[in-house]
């Protein structure tokens, strides 16, 4: 529908839709609505009706999400940094919030490097319930005092529907982690809360589960969804996931949304991130996240895979001439 489109004018679509025999799901994003006629739906009946701004035909199954729908790349905005657009953006961090003093040993560092979002877990779901699950609250107030320090936006996990609004409060992006890839509930509360939205593939999903999962944010009222490859399992044991460089370009070729690359956990190991990282710019992803930790023998999550600080200085020092070789630049 077009910005300007009357409450009338949207009925009226719906009302046709309903007349020729289709069920229309009505988005309202930030700056206009959509109406999503599904399936096979004849966009001939909706190309003259008022308030009509334009009539997109797409195969599905998933509509919001596709190429077709959006045939330019879609640009979100996390805290005042765009995503996506040709730019290539650095998410760094720990895995955990552990302390004040783990964040200020290492925050600090990898904005100086060139990280323009921080990453960092203050709720964190782990395979074990004997593991440490995050600081929760206390690990959200930590970050935000190195937002303030640093200047870098808060990119962070929420796990369960009823957190996102706290959550939310602190965060400039919300994280859904690969074991809630398919919580439909989450997906949809994120898709209300407004604010942009971190989408993790799941560890065993396909590319169209992986889209499918993005629809449901982007149907609830969220276009700003930026999808992330993590690896996904397979029979090989050398390393704890196999990271799908081919989903990037896959994905890129099907859906509008930015593509970023967690080479860390799909790694599991520290000496695969770098190589891994520049992979990732050279098939063309829209950034990467990483983990980073000043003491990684002593982390309290993941600490196999965090690079240490001086690795990730040398790592930027690296990217930035792939990128060059692609035309693009850390921004």
């Known amino acids: ?23 229309p799901r009505v988005v309202r994003w930030p ?20 308030g009509v ?43 955990a919030v552990e302390s004040r003093e783990q964040l200020a040993a290492v925050v600090p560092v990898v904005a100086s490097a060139g990280a323009v979002l921080m990453r960092g877990g203050a709720f964190k779901p782990r395979s074990s319930p004997y593991s440490f699950q995050g600081l929760g609250v206390e690990g959200l107030r930590l970050m935000a005092e190195q937002r303030r320090l640093t200047g870098l936006p808060i990119v962070t996990e929420v796990l369960r529907p009823e957190d996102v609004g706290l959550v939310a409060e602190y965060a400039d992006m919300l994280q859904i982690g690969t074991r809630n890839m398919q919580n439909f509930p989450l997906l949809q509360e994120v898709g209300r ?8 593939r799941g560890m065993s999903a396909t590319v169209q589960e992986w889209l499918l999962a993005a629809e449901y944010v982007l149907v609830h009222g969220n276009p700003n969804v930026v999808l992330c490859e993590r690896g996904i399992r397979t029979f090989e044991p050398s390393s704890r996931f196999t990271l799908d460089l081919t989903a990037v370009p896959v994905v890129k070729r099907m859906s509008h949304l930015p593509v970023i690359v967690d080479p860390s956990h799909a790694a599991g190991q520290a000496y695969v991130v770098a190589p891994m990282t520049l992979a990732a710019a050279a098939v063309g992803a829209d950034g990467v996240m990483i983990d980073v930790h000043s003491d990684p023998e002593n982390a309290l999550c993941d600490g196999g895979q965090a690079v240490t600080p001086p690795e990730f200085k040398q790592l930027m020092v690296d990217l930035a001439r792939v990128l060059a070789a692609t035309r693009r630049a850390v921004t």
Not at 1 to 22: H, I, K, Q
Not at 80 to 89: I, K, M, P, R, Y
């Open 31 to 50: 700056r206009h609505s959509l109406v999503v006629v599904a399936p096979h739906a004849d966009g001939a009946r909706f190309s003259g009706m008022a």
């Open 193 to 200: 809360c407004g604010r942009p939205v971190l989408l993790k």
């Open 53 to 95: 701004a334009r009539v997109v035909g797409s195969p599905g199954p998933h509509f919001l999400a596709a190429r077709d729908f959006r045939p330019g790349s879609t640009v979100v905005d996390v805290g005042g940094h765009v995503v996506g657009a040709g730019t290539f953006t650095v998410i760094a961090g720990p895995c």
């Open 1 to 23: 529908m077009s910005t300007t489109a009357t409450g009338g004018e949207l009925a009226d679509v719906v009302s046709c839709a309903e007349a020729g025999g289709w069920s």
